[in-house]
């Protein structure tokens, strides 16, 4: 195994963590920017007030993109293998 090769192994992980997160992160963070905004607008300073909206569009967000998340990740273990089988001795 080559540098070259686990360089670029390391490479389609990372970018594979990146696109299995990005779409929940950007979520999570467009709602809590929402509710931030009308908790400083009506001056309800509640904390817990925050999870409720975050944990519906977390799941919101799996249902709509989970499928789209699991082929890209049985993708990315099929290429893992195959590379595998091919490596020399």
């Known amino acids: ?3 070259d090769t686990i ?3 390391m490479r389609n992980a990372i970018e594979m963590g990146g696109m299995m997160a990005g ?3 950007l979520v999570c963070l467009v709602v809590g920017v929402g509710v ?3 908790q400083a607008t009506t001056q309800i300073n ?3 007030m925050v999870f409720i909206p975050k944990i519906l569009a977390v799941v919101v967000t799996l249902v709509l993109c989970g499928s789209w998340m699991l082929q890209l990740y049985i993708d990315f273990t099929r290429q ?3 590379s595998v089988a091919t490596l020399p001795g």
Request: avoid cysteine; charged fraction near 15%; charge should be negative.
């Open 1 to 3: 195994m080559t540098p």
């Open 36 to 38: 931030s905004i009308i």
């Open 80 to 82: 893992i293998l195959r």
């Open 7 to 9: 360089i670029d192994l």
């Open 23 to 25: 779409p929940i992160l």
């Open 46 to 48: 509640d904390m817990t």
